[in-house]
């Protein structure tokens, strides 16, 4: 099945320093990644939409300039969280769906999710 | 997108059938109905999917009633290994990608 990895799966960094979060999609080709955010004890949030070769679509109240996304490839996407602070940690995750003529069902495929604690 | 509701919690003991019911009142034609199961610290992973009446895999059945406004996951015979956060969704690839907007979720626990 196809199957997504996240790096580092977890990460303590500073405040004011910058996180980079890889995005892989492993035997399957991603035109389009999601990334997440998740609190303790809550649902998982949307933050953007990342598509290859073009700038990702972020949600609402979802700062851009702060989180960066870039999708170089169809196998990779990468989530830069820049200037850290405490309120920055949380569980991310990413996702990636197939191209719609590759599979029968509307399959999201979701990564392990890495873990920030900025300190 | 469609909004869904789910149930918060729900408890269980082994062995039994548990039915989880959500509503998608606004559910739009092209719309699939996805159920994920999510564990701490983990991504969440897909259970089953369907657009209209029964479907049915190794792991779970996804019944769905005609107008689609609701739908209804049920695991056969529980066990401990199945606590964990249950999510319903609706979504579709309209515009070519699936975007999805979790609920709330319901949190299983099952007991011995």
């Known amino acids: 099945g196809a199957v997504v990895s996240q790096h580092p799966s977890w990460v303590i960094c500073k405040s004011g320093t910058s996180v980079k979060i890889e995005c892989r999609s492993l035997?399957?080709?991603?035109?389009?990644m999601f990334w997440y955010r998740q609190f303790p004890k809550q649902s998982l949030m949307l933050m953007a939409t990342s598509n290859e070769g073009s700038k990702a679509t972020y949600e609402q109240g979802v700062e851009k300039d702060k989180f960066l996304i870039n999708h170089a490839s169809l196998t990779l996407s990468t989530l830069t969280v820049t200037s850290a602070h405490p309120e920055d940690s949380s569980f991310y995750i990413c996702?990636?769906?197939?191209?719609?003529?590759?599979?029968?069902?509307?399959?999201?495929?979701f990564g392990p999710g890495t873990r920030l604690t900025v300190t | 997108l469609a909004k869904t509701t789910q149930p918060i919690s729900m408890d269980s003991y082994e062995g039994q059938e548990v039915n989880i019911t959500c509503s998608h009142n606004n559910i739009a034609t092209n719309d699939y109905i996805t159920w994920y199961q999510q564990f701490p610290s983990q991504g969440p992973r897909f259970i089953i999917q369907g657009y209209k009446t029964k479907v049915t895999n190794e792991v779970a059945s996804l019944f769905i009633p005609a107008d689609r406004k609701s739908s209804t996951l049920s695991l056969p015979r529980v066990s401990l290994s199945d606590t964990a956060v249950y999510y319903c969704l609706v979504g579709s690839r309209n515009t070519g990608f699936q975007k999805l907007v979790f609920g709330t979720g319901t949190r299983l626990l099952v007991s011995p």
């Open positions: 035997d399957f080709q991603a035109t389009t």
């Open positions: 996702s990636a769906t197939q191209p719609a003529d590759r599979v029968l069902e509307d399959e999201q495929y």
